[in-house]
């Protein structure tokens, strides 16, 4: 009670929405400059979605693999797929953001962004 009373619940939240917009920006922008891979899912929530372009289908299980190798933990879009459904998903990733420092999230970033590389072109 003495937590809620004195405002410390309010600045923390406060201090973590500030951390989150500023990783969400630090995402975007490294993501800007990867041809062909698109970042969405970053308005809401705590990951982020990389969308591979059209011959990144081929690509996702090498990417995935590729970043675990280097320590990266990612999950194909493909585990997210029903069988059900009418449309497959397109290829790409998901991670999230909110558990590492932001230097470890922009080390990681950086191997996301060679493997992909590499594994679209």
Known sequence: ALYLAEGALARHTARRR???RHRRRLLLEAFASVSGVQLVATDGG???VVLLPAQGVDAEPAIVAGVAERGVRVEPLSR???SA???PLPAGFVFGYAEPSTPALMGAVAT???TARAATT
């Open 18 to 20: 500030r951390d989150y």
């Open 85 to 87: 459904a009418s449309a």
């Open 46 to 48: 705590l990951h982020a």
């Open 80 to 82: 997210y797929a029903s």
């Open 112 to 114: 996301i962004i060679a």
